[in-house]
């Protein structure tokens, strides 16, 4: 990341720990009540799964890959895991046993709504609650951006006071824009896919019976299938 992204990523840690801070009380409502989440655990190495977020050498990574091979006979299978560094954008690859211990990163994770884009790079948010807006640079989301909808909510994770990543949800909604016109009589058991444009500008596939202008659901980032086709939805 440049150092312009990290001024940026540490300005923002700051305003999230105020904005944390001058929170006011939990409510009754689900929203409030989970829009702060602190945890922290160790997972085994065959437990990793793509989208993990985990402390490696005093930094926050994401694994970006995983693999496991079976051992042969009686010898014990190899994971292997790559990881993306979230401060840095490097990439490490490692080899582990599947008993090894991994430690999760210990996180704050707070729910914040996106705005618009500020243009530079610069992406603004909301908190829900207290209405503090957030400048986050646009390769923060990595791939996720081109999933990002006006009004869309996000999970905005922090280190130390120090946000490391912004993760959309595990669903996301969007609308096909563009597509090759549905033919006709096909069923939705067809299983062919064709290539369509979201609203969000990104590009995915879906069935062959999805049409310009039907609302789909597609896989967030922790899936490890992000911008795969789930469902479509019928708008009451």
């Known amino acids: ?20 801070s001058s929170s006011p009380a939990p409510t009754s409502s689900a929203r409030a009540a989970a829009a702060a989440t602190r945890w922290m655990a160790t997972w ?22 995983y693999q496991y091979t079976q051992g042969k006979a009686r010898q014990v299978g190899c994971v292997q895991v790559e990881y993306r560094d979230l401060r840095t954008g490097a990439s490490s690859v490692e080899k582990l046993s599947p008993s090894d211990k991994i430690t999760r990163a210990e996180l704050v994770s707070e729910e914040y709504q996106y705005m618009y884009d500020a243009g530079d790079d610069a992406l603004i948010l909301s908190h829900p609650t207290t209405f503090e807006q957030l400048e986050v640079s646009g390769e923060t ?15 905005v ?22 597509t090759d016109p549905r033919f006709k009589g096909e069923s939705k058991d067809g299983g062919r896919l064709k290539p369509c444009t979201l609203d969000t500008g990104a590009t995915t596939r879906v ?13 967030g980032p922790r899936t490890g299938a992000l911008g795969e086709f789930v469902r479509r939805v019928r708008e009451s």
């Not at 994770?157 to 563009?178: C, K, N, Y």
Request: aromatic share 4%.
């Open 1 to 20: 990341a440049s150092s312009m992204a990290l001024r940026r990523l540490a300005r923002l840690g700051g305003a999230l720990a105020a904005s944390t």
């Open 44 to 65: 085994q190495a065959n437990e990793l799964r793509v989208g993990a977020l985990v402390e490696k050498d005093g930094a926050i990574a994401e694994v970006t890959k």
């Open 141 to 155: 989301f990595g791939a996720q951006r081109r999933f990002l909808a006006d009004g869309a909510f996000v999970d």
């Open 157 to 178: 994770l922090s280190h130390d006071g120090e946000v490391v990543g912004v993760q959309l949800p595990d669903e996301i909604r969007a609308t096909v824009v563009e």
């Open 207 to 219: 069935p062959t019976y999805v049409e310009a202008g039907d609302v789909v659901v597609v896989k």
